[in-house]
């Protein structure tokens, strides 16, 4: 009944931001009217923006971007800031950068070219008739000075590089000093470096060091994240540095997210605050989040509320599922009426999710009084040089996903750069080198398609195919249940564990 209730007010969530975006489209396009921004346009954009020769080879755009034709397999190319300003044009497309793009004060000054009313950049995707729905691929380059200080509705309620992203795809792209915020004085408010609100889709080997805000004072939601404000998509190999703030009526601010149901392999060494009037959730990786592993925080997180609750946790201020996670940084809580949790992990487990809430290795520093503040609190507190031990961090994957050599400068586990995901375990569906109940879990998680386990699995090379058929589906998780359970009759079905 629980996931039920939780699957409907998603749904309706989803309905309302829709409702949202599509008014906020409206204004924007009002805003934008130099930029052509249509649906329709879109649609075509291959088409109008090419050219077809003679013999029906269709040619490199060379003249808003680089080169390419915007399909997967011929990106369009961007090199300058002008061709990045163009993605807008065609949010339907496939993007490669090929340099690094410097912006500076004099490009949002009242004679830049981004100054936009002082409003700054003006991010891609506005709304859902021309959220962006294509791959942006970073190629490893970075994006320096990104501004965007947004105080009227007219530019809608997110802000980033992106606003609305929807199913789309953005990796491997490094925003260095930026400068996002969004003032409002009513309407809720979305704002990361990279995204405002990601609906589906996924980020992928993304980082952040510049500094994100957002303020309301309606009784709307405030989501700030390093990376990303408000996501319900996946969120993996990411970091931040920044500092992230969030003041509203209610406000959630994390170190990477404000808000996620699922997300691994990232972690955040900036300082992270919300503060509102009700309830606030402040972590070092989600304000509130289901499910996360494999992710650590070294920043101080702060949570502050004046007439609800406050919630403040080393990895996310409220959780239902939290593995192979660690915290180092000072947790605070405070609040003036309602009641203050704090937590080395997770301020509280949120019962909408409790029927899979749990905490699974996962360690922080004894400064703090408890991982949890509900449930069965089986974080483990450790001491400054216990931090220092990799023995001490039972159930970690050391080699694969850890590792706790290479850095003269840190003494504690640090994510492998591009994590594998492959177990070497015929049957290790979550990559803890064992085969328990947690595997057929993921698998059946991932055959019923819950939105952002798939990073979880790397199919056929993750010995998720157990039958052999080349195709991952229920009958891999019936295998591998029976296994488990030790039925007999079913040892000869195609399956060695170790």
């Not at 792209?173 to 996924?202: Q, W």
Request: with cysteine; glycine share 12%; net charge negative.
């Amino acid at each position: 009944m629980k996931k039920s209730v939780k699957k409907v007010s998603s749904i309706v969530l989803s309905f309302v931001i829709m409702i949202l975006v599509l008014l906020s489209n409206t204004l924007n396009s009002m805003a934008l009217g130099h930029v052509n921004t249509s649906s329709h346009a879109n649609k075509n954009s291959i088409i109008s923006e090419t050219t077809i020769s003679s013999t029906g080879e269709v040619n490199e755009n060379t003249t808003e971007f680089a080169g390419g034709t915007g399909v997967e397999s011929d990106p369009y190319l961007i090199e300058t800031k002008e061709h990045l300003n163009n993605v807008r044009k065609y949010p339907t497309c496939h993007y490669l950068m090929i340099d690094d793009i410097v912006f500076t004060e004099a490009d949002f000054s009242e004679t830049g070219d981004y100054y936009n009313g002082g409003n700054g950049w003006l991010h891609i995707g506005g709304g859902y008739s021309n959220c962006f729905t294509g791959v942006f691929d970073g190629n490893g380059h970075t994006i320096t000075g990104l501004y965007e200080n947004i105080t009227n509705t007219a530019y809608g309620f997110t802000a980033g590089l992106f606003g609305f992203v929807y199913n789309g795809v953005i990796k491997n792209l490094g925003m260095i000093d930026c400068n996002i915020t969004i003032d409002y004085t009513f309407s809720m408010a979305n704002a990361g470096s990279i995204v405002g609100i990601l609906e589906g889709g996924s980020i992928t080997n993304c980082y952040n060091t510049g500094n994100i805000s957002t303020s309301s004072n309606d009784a709307s939601h405030c989501m700030s994240g390093g990376i990303v404000g408000d996501a319900r998509g996946s969120i993996t190999n990411c970091y931040n540095t920044g500092n992230i703030t969030a003041t509203g009526s209610y406000s959630n601010a994390g170190g990477i997210t404000g808000s996620i149901s699922t997300i691994s392999f990232c972690y955040n060494t900036g300082s992270v605050t919300a503060s509102s009037y009700g309830n606030a959730k402040a972590g070092g990786i989600s304000g509130q989040v289901d499910f996360i592993d494999n992710c650590y925080n070294t920043g101080n997180i702060s949570a502050s509320c004046s007439a609800q609750n406050s919630y403040s946790g080393g990895i996310s201020g409220t959780g239902g599922e939290f593995r192979n996670c660690y915290n180092t940084g000072e947790i605070s809580s405070s609040a003036s009426v309602g009641i203050s949790y704090a937590g080395g992990i997770s301020g509280y487990i949120s019962t909408e999710v409790s029927y899979y809430g749990s905490l699974t290795n996962c360690y922080y520093l004894n400064t703090i009084d408890k991982g949890t503040n509900n449930l069965p609190d089986t974080a483990i507190s450790l001491t400054i040089d216990e931090m220092k031990q990799q023995s001490m961090f039972k159930g970690f994957n050391f080699g694969w996903v850890w590792t706790m050599s290479g850095n003269p400068n840190y003494y504690n586990p640090e994510l492998v750069e591009d994590p594998k995901f492959v177990s070497q375990v015929v049957g290790d569906i979550n990559g803890d080198n064992t085969v328990n109940p947690l595997d057929i879990s993921f698998l059946s998680r991932y055959i019923s398609q819950w939105s952002g386990y798939s990073f979880e699995i790397n199919l056929i090379e993750a010995n998720c195919d157990l039958n052999g058929d080349e195709n991952v589906n229920p009958l891999d998780s019936t295998i591998l249940t029976r296994h488990i359970a030790n039925w007999s009759n079913y040892s000869h079905l195609p399956l060695t564990l170790s």
